[in-house]
């Protein structure tokens, strides 16, 4: 996400100094109330407060349904609702960085999308968010059976930190009597039939037919060529990785063996469909998500992926969008291996060799003679890779696009441009590119020739791809549940510009020093360990770069001291730290560690009367 990049679990040694902080020590923080124009979903029409919850423990989930890493929480949540759903109330708060996702249609759209099975607040304008002190997307916070708040974690991979604090106040608050249990408010709403539910991505086959990722249901349906009637399904319908599962499939591709890549996103795997016999094979992936320190390249079975979210056979390679760590990977099937192709795992927009480019969940791709092209969703842009002049390597270019903060709907020359969201790319015959603009509702077309941006049709909801059948494109309306035929426009729609900034309002900061404090508490029974070295890690920069006179870099100490410069008013701070903890334990062997890890990308304007300190809450509680 534009604030959030987190990592998950890896290796650590046994010793080292706690921070933890006991239970009875916790700052008594009463919770705010949950507060969202948008009202709530998934409790049967009842508007919930939080003395309706009242006796139970309460996480409350910052969500947004663009941001990949909130969707891997989603899933990390399962687990935990299910084994303490008799004490634990799980609540998202929709709180949307784009103008599209502050629709409360498109917020219902995307609770069924997900399989989201707990209530959620829409909280179109952010607030409970800032009630909360929230900065990044997505963020856990803990509130205890007698309302307070006891615990806020940033990013992914706090699972196994939040269990062990809600088996905590499960067992304080049963001996004080103020523990509730017993069904919680989830009401789930009606299925809806219909052949395809939130498809994703659409491949056309030999044969003529269509075969689609039924992604909500878990399932990929071959669709005849008129793109109405269904010809089978290939998938149980239920979440598994077996022969006959899927998990939120995605991104397809058909390979020159005339059999099929699927991206199976949730299963972080990718797979290869027989389209003839209906044969099912795992080629790549483990099943589980890559974390920061595991294996960029080996065989293709025993490295994780993230989220691999689209496909395209381009120099006799597999490249895939690996959405979940911000980079293009590939799959060589001859020698039965993956490898990072392309990104560091750092979010945002930055254009140069592949190995020291930056992505933002990059979700489309589409081969195109000597040239790759990308839809990079997060930063609302289209770019490409091709290969260095020198022939050694690839580069990474952009054609639309400025980074995480600007969207909006506007033709023109390609560097005054503007896209929201996209999501999928197809390359048209004459060399331009059409671009599926998701949250605009649009279809919209750059051609390199020219240098232009234009609008070839609007009115699609929520196009995630396309695929040419002669003369026309076949759009994948992903949110009205179908495959629409266009013919190719001679030309362009025209529209009414619009541009946009993400709404979150920025930090006002005071000129010159400025205090950054990661704040990070182990979690309860854990400890930092020192015995290889430090085990946490702080990089900062800044967009532009030119904002930071001092403390950019890399550094061991969590807290830093930054000078602004004189002149830059405005700009972004980024901000990625890490830290890693062990079971604290001395009779266990060989502990469980963990990584904790966040990227945020903090908007600031400096004026008189600023903060003077920035603190951003990894793992705990700010005190300050």
Not at 234 to 256: K, S, V, Y
Not at 464 to 485: F, K, M, P, Y
Request: negative net charge.
């Amino acid at each position: 996400m534009a604030d959030v990049f987190p990592r998950g679990p890896a290796e650590c040694a046994r010793t080292g100094v706690t921070l933890n902080v006991h239970m009875a020590s916790r700052a008594r923080v009463r919770a705010p109330e949950l507060i969202g124009k948008g009202g709530w979903l998934n409790t049967g029409n009842k508007d919930l407060t939080l003395s309706d919850l009242r006796g139970r423990i309460v996480v409350l989930d910052f969500w947004t349904f663009c941001c990949v890493n909130c969707l891997h929480v989603l899933d990390e949540l399962r687990e935990l609702e299910e084994r303490h759903r008799d004490t634990v109330v799980i609540i998202g708060v929709h709180s949307p960085k784009f103008v599209h996702e502050a629709e409360h249609q498109a917020v219902v759209d995307a609770v069924e999308r997900y399989g989201v099975e707990h209530p959620v607040l829409d909280d179109p304008e952010l607030a409970t968010w800032k009630q909360y002190a929230v900065r990044a997307w997505p963020t856990l916070v803990v509130i205890d059976p007698e309302g307070y708040v006891v615990a806020q974690h940033a990013g992914e991979g706090h699972a196994h930190a939040i269990e062990k604090l809600v088996e905590e106040l499960e067992a304080e608050h049963a001996a004080k009597g103020t523990l509730r249990r017993g069904d919680g408010p989830y009401v789930p709403p009606e299925p809806v039939a219909g052949d395809l539910r939130f498809p994703g991505k659409v491949v056309r086959l030999p044969t003529g037919s269509f075969l689609v990722s039924d992604t909500t249901r878990h399932q990929l349906v071959e669709l005849a060529a008129d793109g109405e009637r269904v010809l089978r399904r290939i998938g149980t319908g239920e979440r598994g990785l077996t022969p006959d599962t899927f998990n939120e499939p995605q991104g397809l591709a058909l390979l020159p063996d005339g059999r099929v890549a699927v991206a199976d996103t949730v299963n972080h795997a990718i797979r290869v469909l027989d389209p003839g016999t209906g044969e099912l094979e795992t080629v790549a992936g483990t099943g589980k998500q890559w974390w920061q320190g595991s294996p960029t390249s080996g065989p293709a079975r025993e490295v994780d992926l993230s989220s691999p979210w689209d496909l395209a056979w381009w120099q006799d390679r597999l490249w895939i969008a690996m959405a979940g760590v911000h980079q293009l990977w590939t799959y060589d099937p001859a020698a039965g291996t993956v490898e990072v192709a392309a990104g560091t795992t750092n979010e945002g927009l930055v254009d140069g060799p592949a190995a020291e480019a930056w992505f933002a969940q990059p979700s489309g791709l589409a081969a195109a003679g000597d040239r790759l092209w990308i839809a990079d969703s997060e930063t609302s842009a289209v770019r490409w890779v091709e290969r260095a002049e020198a022939g050694d390597g690839h580069v990474v270019r952009t054609a639309v696009g400025t980074g995480l903060f600007d969207f909006g709907h506007r033709d023109g020359a390609a560097d005054q441009a503007l896209l929201q969201h996209p999501l999928g790319v197809t390359a048209l015959p004459d060399g331009s590119v059409a671009v599926a603009d998701s949250y605009n509702h649009a279809l919209r077309r750059f051609d390199p020739a020219t240098g232009e941006v234009t609008t070839l049709a609007t009115d699609l909801r929520e196009p995630s791809a396309a695929v040419l059948v002669d003369d026309d494109i076949v759009v994948v309306e992903s949110a009205r549940h179908r495959l629409t035929r266009l013919r190719l426009p001679e030309e362009a729609v025209r529209v009414e510009s619009v541009a946009h900034r993400t709404q979150r309002a920025a930090t006002e900061v005071a000129p010159g020093a400025l205090r950054l404090d990661v704040v990070f508490r182990a979690p309860a029974g854990q400890k930092l360990d020192t015995r290889y070295g430090p085990s946490t890690r702080l990089v900062v920069s800044a967009t532009p770069p030119e904002l930071l006179a001092e403390g950019a870099g890399a550094g061991t100490d969590l807290t830093r001291d930054l000078v602004l410069a004189d002149g830059v008013t405005d700009g972004v701070l980024h901000v990625s730290a890490m830290a890693a903890s062990c079971d604290d334990a001395p009779d266990i062997e060989y502990p469980a560690c963990h990584v904790h890890q966040q990227d945020w990308g903090v908007p600031v304007e400096v004026a008189e009367g600023g903060v003077a300190r920035l603190g951003l809450v990894l793992a705990g509680l700010d005190a300050e």
